[in-house]
């Protein structure tokens, strides 16, 4: 998670609810509405980046600025969906960056729970995305819908499985570059 | 105490038709293009209008920084005032978030100039625009116009200035040169521009458009690279 990683920033870019816990004159652009004031307890999506450093206040004990909920991506609902078959869910639906985002929000909530779910998602899905990397089935056939609901993580994974093999039948000489 | 109370609108001051943006959605569409120049093999047209836009809003953030502050004329206590401070806040994280955008969006498009050099691709020769008065920034979208913004042709050219200095070093290798080891010594190139006279150890050869040559490869990789031969199979 460099400074400069493109992943890193559009996951940041990401949003959650977040709550105010005061009253902000001023501050209605991040509403849609510029010139306005935000109430306190106003509800709004706000994207990691900004969230994150705004909730720590609270955490050092001086005056609490938002509270910080769960993103949708990550809801029980969610969370349930993935317990009963990671392979039907469709995570870019969800976040484009489902994992990565999953990271960031693991270290600011402490969800045990949450964490063993994840990691038992990726590995299943792993399987799935090498298997489909290995043995193409084209445009069409039943592995469609599961390749395009692949997060930019898994998509990383799949492009990487299917070079290497591809790299492999060159180097064994069973193929030709390019 | 009195709040300064009414935020101007940035975006309409300079621009009527611009939608209120929240702050930061300028540098995200900057790191979605950077994320799908990434992808591709060539280097799309800098996004002038967006940098523009994007250094322009840490600029009014700046200046709505300095307006928050003034009353109080340096002793600002956050605590005292938790309803500015988060004002402040904001801005201060905004305009941060905006440098690490434009930070790298510019590295990404270096990154990928830096590989076109070593490739031995002249983005520079490619792209010249025919009538060489260059309009700069005002519209890059217009065919033949250069893709690289004005810093980033100065960029290309010092390090392409910096690797022939350096590849200089050796004389019998070739730095960029292809890793393949060449199946024949000698290959059938035809000539696609005019390239004049080179050197080669064998004596001179001379390049005219359409002609058709045997030569020693190692000689004209280059000139395959950047395109004024085309290798025969």
Known sequence: ????????????????????????????????????????????????????????????????????????????????????DPRTVDLRALAPHFYTLSERILEIFEEEEMVDVLINTFKKRAAEISDHAHNPRGAVGDGVDFL??????????????????????????????? | MDYPRSRVPRWTIDDPDRVVTMYGELGNKLVQHAKRTQALAQLPPYQTEIVRAVTREVRDLDRDVARLLDPFEGSFNPSADPATACSLLVDHLCMRRNKRCLMAYHRVRTEKLEELCWTGVDVLEQQQPSDGSEDRGVSQSAGGHSSLSPEEEEYFRLYSD??????????????????????????????????????????????????????RQGDVERLIAQGFLERLS
């Open chain 1, 1 to 84: 998670m460099s400074y400069y990683d493109i992943d890193s920033i559009l996951t940041d870019a990401q949003k959650l609810p977040c709550t105010f816990e005061l009253e902000v004159p001023g501050l209605g652009i991040l509403e849609g509405n510029p010139g306005d004031d935000i109430k306190a307890g106003t509800r709004i999506d706000l994207p990691l980046w900004l969230g994150e450093m705004l909730s720590i206040g609270a955490r050092l004990g001086t005056s609490r600025l938002v509270t910080l909920d769960m993103p949708d991506a990550l809801a029980e609902r969610v969370m349930n969906a993935l317990k009963a």
């Open chain 2, 162 to 215: 910096m690797l022939a200095a350096y590849k200089g070093q050796w004389t019998d290798v070739d730095l960029t040169g292809t890793l393949e080891p060449p199946k024949d010594l000698f290959i059938d190139v035809r000539v696609l521009k005019d390239a004049g006279e080179i050197q080669t150890e064998y004596g001179v050869i001379n390049l005219t458009k359409n002609s058709q040559l045997y030569v």
């Open chain 1, 148 to 178: 395009r609901g692949l997060d930019e993580t898994e998509r990383q994974l799949f492009r990487a499985a299917h070079d290497r093999a591809k790299q492999v039948r060159i180097w064994a000489g069973e193929a030709k570059k390019k």
